[in-house]
């Protein structure tokens, strides 16, 4: 197993060279590495009905129970979806980031909600829908996400 956030961490820390000599390759390892972690606390907790005790899994239960989970498995996510999205440690892949952005935003995340209204919006591997692009966009600036010239997201025709 491991610790799903300190994979997290040092897949990013890998990625961007934060102290170390980069290594994008080894970052987006990781980084799966921490989405796979933390899909599997998540189903472990499920499938127990809440009551599990095993390491990370009873942490997360005494700290708000599923929310520390999901956060670690929604950044994680986000972050694969990055690393498609800039070409980071994998062959660019437009569709494949979308579709990480999309599962991360429509688990809450801000900032996978502003890159994916961003992709709708442009294009960018899925095709364009201005109007799917400002439903998600108006959900990022809900949760304090923003942008210049985002003033169109609220017209009545979108």
């Known amino acids: 197993g491991g610790c799903?956030?300190?994979?997290?961490?040092?897949?990013l820390t890998l990625r961007h060279g934060w102290?170390?000599?980069k290594n994008e390759k080894a970052g987006f390892k990781w980084l799966m590495k921490a989405a796979e972690s933390a899909v599997?606390?998540?189903e472990r907790v499920r499938s127990?009905?809440?009551q599990a005790d095993v390491g990370v899994v009873q942490v997360c239960l005494t700290f708000g129970s599923l929310r520390w989970i999901q956060t670690e498995l929604v950044l994680a996510?986000?972050?694969v979806g990055q690393c498609f999205f800039h070409g980071w440690?994998?062959?660019k892949d437009q569709k494949m980031a979308v579709s990480y952005y999309m599962v991360a935003a429509q688990l809450g995340d801000g900032d996978a909600q502003g890159d994916l209204a961003y992709c709708l919006a442009n294009g960018k591997g899925c095709k364009k829908d201005k109007k799917e692009a400002a439903r998600w966009y108006r959900a990022a600036v809900s949760q304090g996400q923003s942008d210049v010239g985002?003033?169109?997201i609220f017209k009545d025709k979108y």
């Open 150 to 152: 985002l003033a169109w």
């Open 77 to 79: 996510i986000y972050e």
């Open 19 to 21: 102290g170390c000599r």
């Open 48 to 50: 127990s009905g809440g």
């Open 4 to 11: 799903g956030v300190g994979m997290l961490m040092y897949g």
């Open 40 to 42: 599997g606390d998540l």
């Open 89 to 91: 440690g994998v062959a």
